[in-house]
């Protein structure tokens, strides 16, 4: 069964993602094809990338998981070491 298909550009690891509240945004945590870790915002709606983050001067799989604050699609937080 395919629910859906989004492809997130230069980041071909996926290490979380999470649905906010209305269903319609989605957080991603990956890793680029140079291990830098980048967090993705994407409007599954309209398919469109909202924001990208890319950690430059991070240890790959530093974030281990992220969480949209309850009631918010824009906002969340992180956790890792």
């Known amino acids: 069964m395919l629910l859906g298909k989004v492809t997130v550009e230069h ?3 996926v ?3 999470k649905v906010a509240h209305d ?3 989605i957080l991603v945590v ?3 094809e140079e291990y830098y ?12 990338m909202l924001c990208m983050r890319q950690m430059l001067h991070s240890l ?9 604050v309850p ?3 824009r906002d969340f ?3 890792g070491i």
């Open 77 to 79: 937080v992180t956790c």
């Open 23 to 25: 269903n319609k945004h």
């Open 30 to 32: 990956g890793l680029t």
């Open 37 to 48: 870790q980048v967090i993705v915002m994407l409007d599954w709606t309209s398919q469109k």
């Open 71 to 73: 009631g918010s699609s």
């Open 15 to 17: 290490i979380c993602i």
């Open 11 to 13: 980041v071909p690891i």
């Open 60 to 68: 790959p799989f530093k974030i281990k998981d992220i969480e949209f």
